[in-house]
């Protein structure tokens, strides 16, 4: 079976639906303009950010965190 572009772009690359905890800091200070550390990013753990399998995050479901904690403020 073939695969789709979205399988060719993740092969190889980063899997924004599994990344570590380095490179969704990585992947966000890039991204935001401003550093983002990985012990920040734990520190949105421990605050109930979601953590999939082996302590993968998906990058949606943390932006997703991520606003409804803004908005709780």
Do not use: C, F
């Amino acid at each position: 079976m073939a695969e789709t572009p979205m399988q060719n772009r993740v092969q190889g690359g980063v899997n924004p639906l599994a990344l570590s905890i380095e490179e969704v800091s990585r992947l966000l200070s890039a991204a935001g303009g401003r550093k983002v550390t990985p012990e920040q990013v734990q520190a949105d753990i421990d605050a109930g950010a979601p953590v999939g399998v082996g302590g993968r995050m998906n990058l949606v479901h943390y932006a997703a965190w991520l606003i409804r904690e803004v908005q709780a403020r």
